[in-house]
């Protein structure tokens, strides 16, 4: 599907075309209304829809799982970027590929063994993603970026919608831009938490690959415009 990584030659193709993958995230969506916005996302410039999936223990919070994922996988027409913020997501990496999920990121801080989550992921035919919590320094993911698709940095503490944008974050995208540069690597850097149009354009230039968008879309009065605005930051 269109916006998704390939390997080899294709990641670097499609990394030089400078293309800025916007994920929208259902979490923020009118769940009273969930075909509706599913609709509106379908009809828009978003690349992809993005699956916030809490248990309550990880995080303090829970949000939904496979009854919903089967919605989108019926009624979505864009690539599902699912984000698991559980403990022991190996249990359920297997049920994630059935039900439609094309990228699959797991939390460094959730898994231990993290290389053999990852090549499981790949197993079942989705992309890779690894998840690091504000207080989790990139360095940490170093050894497995050759392995991994994307790596999503938390802008905020994960577990609840509409929060503050944490400022950190900015020296760890440079960070971790600088790394890729370095030793050639094309994985994807995707910043969830707290993103909106004003701070978006000094993520995008720091080395920002894909933004995760949620309340600034849905509790927008034109979500169709907020995305096309998000979409001409390209």
């Known amino acids: 599907m269109a916006g998704i990584p390939e390997t080899g030659t294709e990641a670097r193709e499609d990394s030089e075309r400078k293309h800025m993958i916007l994920s929208a995230s259902i979490l923020s969506a009118d769940f009273g209304n969930l075909q509706r916005d599913i609709e509106l996302l379908n009809n828009s410039s978003v690349d992809w829809i993005h699956v916030d999936v809490m248990d309550g223990v990880f995080v303090p919070n829970i949000s939904y799982g496979f009854p919903v994922m089967k919605i989108l996988q019926e009624k979505a027409h864009k690539p599902l970027d699912a984000h698991l913020m559980i403990i022991d997501p190996d249990r359920y990496v297997q049920r994630f590929a059935e039900s439609g999920a094309n990228i699959l990121t797991v939390h460094y801080e959730a898994c231990s063994h993290l290389h053999r989550t990852i090549q499981y992921i790949k197993a079942n035919n989705m992309k890779a993603g690894v998840s690091v919590n504000p207080h989790t320094p990139v360095s940490v993911l170093y050894d497995i970026l050759e392995d991994v698709d994307l790596i999503l940095i938390m802008s905020v503490n994960p577990g609840f919608a509409a929060q503050k944008f944490i400022k950190r974050t900015y020296h760890k995208i440079s960070q971790l831009k600088e790394h890729l540069v370095k030793h050639d ?28 968008a949620g309340n600034s879309i849905f509790n927008s009065s034109d979500p169709i415009e907020t995305i096309r605005q998000f979409k001409s930051l390209n």
């Open 185 to 212: 690597l094309k994985t994807i850097i995707q910043v969830d938490g707290g993103v909106n149009l004003e701070n978006a354009p000094e993520l995008i230039r720091l080395g920002c690959d894909s933004l995760v």
